[in-house]
């Protein structure tokens, strides 16, 4: 089992799985981490990213994309499209499959924790101010951020070698912080549409005692959003030939 297929939708179960389970320890009453607040969150996301990246290149994914809009990007600085689905479904699948567990870890808590929006923002993202336009662009723009600070990690600009072994998903770990400490108190930062959809889906489709509906209204965004900023950063890369 060890493949590209499989090393993505492993990576993404634990980007997913310790990410979504952040949040659910900052926002679920009892728990112990209840009211811990945006550092925390933040700083979850970003070893949920170290952990998974770590996970992916142990289970047969080198690149470790983990993101629907880093694998566009990669398609579009090469013009090499053949990959995407294979990724794609591996990624949507393996964020389903980290937010079922995550469910299940507290599962509880979730009667005990009363506001539907609450628990709804432990799956998923939502414009803190919600301006539909403002919400995409902060999407575009972080998701930019992401794909071209994780190439220039890589690029020969940086070192004619690359990073030391082993300290490029360190980085990688530190840029996202880095996005959600700056930029992600305006959406929530999603920068993955597999990490807000997958949750999403869910959300909607597990017995979560309480939960209100899933905010499809506004599900389109990091979607569009991160897959926009995704190819444009692709675009920017293949011009100054990364």
Same mark, same amino acid.
Not at 48 to 58: E, K
Not at 155 to 178: D, E, K, M, N
Not at 210 to 228: E, F, M, R
């Given at each position: ?31 112990? $981490? ?16 170290? @952990?998974?990246? =770590? ?22 600085? *090469? ?6 689905? *294979? ?9 389903? @499959? ?15 924790? %009363? ?6 923002? +432990?799956? @998923?993202?939502? !414009?803190?101010?919600?301006? %539909?336009?403002?919400? *995409? ?15 220039? +990690? ?8 690359? %990073? ?14 880095? +996005? !959600?400490?700056? =930029?992600? !108190?305006?959406?929530?930062?999603? +920068? ?38 995704? $190819? ?11």
């Amino acid at each position: 089992m060890h493949s590209v297929w499989f090393g993505e939708f492993m990576g993404t179960l634990v980007l997913v799985l310790l990410g979504n389970g952040v949040c659910a320890g900052v926002t679920l009453r009892k728990s112990y $981490a209840a009211d811990a607040g945006w550092m925390v969150v933040t700083t979850g996301w970003a070893l949920g990213v170290l @952990c998974g990246v =770590l996970v992916a290149q142990a289970f047969g994914s080198p690149g470790a994309h983990l993101n629907p809009a880093i694998t566009l990007a990669v398609a579009v600085n *090469t013009g090499n499209y053949s990959q995407l689905l *294979t990724y794609w479904s591996a990624q949507l699948l393996g964020a389903m @499959c980290g937010s079922t567990l995550m469910v299940l870890h507290y599962a509880p808590h979730w009667k005990l924790t %009363p506001d539907p929006a609450a628990k709804l923002g +432990i799956f @998923c993202t939502n !414009g803190a101010v919600r301006n %539909p336009l403002a919400n *995409t662009f902060s999407e575009v723009l972080g998701t930019m951020v992401l794909v071209v600070v994780a190439f220039a +990690i890589g690029s020969h600009g940086v070192s004619i070698s690359g %990073p030391a072994a082993g300290l490029a998903p360190w980085l990688v770990a530190s840029l996202v912080w880095g +996005i !959600g400490l700056s =930029l992600g !108190g305006a959406t929530g930062y999603a +920068i993955n549409p597999a990490r807000d959809l997958g949750p999403r889906l869910i959300h909607a489709l597990l017995p979560i005692p309480g939960k209100g509906g899933s905010n499809w209204s506004y599900a389109w965004v990091p979607i569009v959003g991160d897959l926009t900023g995704g $190819a444009l950063a692709g675009l920017l890369l293949h011009y100054a030939r990364f």
